[in-house]
């Protein structure tokens, strides 16, 4: 599964976009999770974007992320997951 979306390397530039195309990956990878794919957030391949971009055809493009998504080959639990209480803090009005 693909998804392709182009944007102008201008608006790549603003705090914003990188904050909204974070929370769109997310919602993808928690959309894909609900329907019991699975996903990886692939953010390290920016380093090597003007090969990705080649490789998708798409030399003067941009992207944010680079998103597998797919079935497991292999289960997994997921990470150990620590009690609510020591990650939230409540504070008093």
């Given at each position: ?7 102008s390397n201008e608006l790549v530039k603003t ?79």
């Open positions: 599964m693909a998804f392709r979306f182009s944007i705090r914003e976009q990188f904050q909204s195309s974070a929370a769109a990956v997310e919602n993808l990878l928690l959309a894909a999770t609900s329907l019991g794919l699975a996903t990886v957030w692939l953010g390290i391949l920016y380093l090597i974007k003007d090969d990705v971009l080649k490789f998708l055809g798409e030399p003067k493009g941009e992207f944010m992320a680079v998103v597998p998504v797919g079935h497991a080959a292999t289960s997994s639990r997921g990470p150990q997951k620590q009690p609510l209480e020591m990650k939230v803090r409540y504070l008093d009005r």
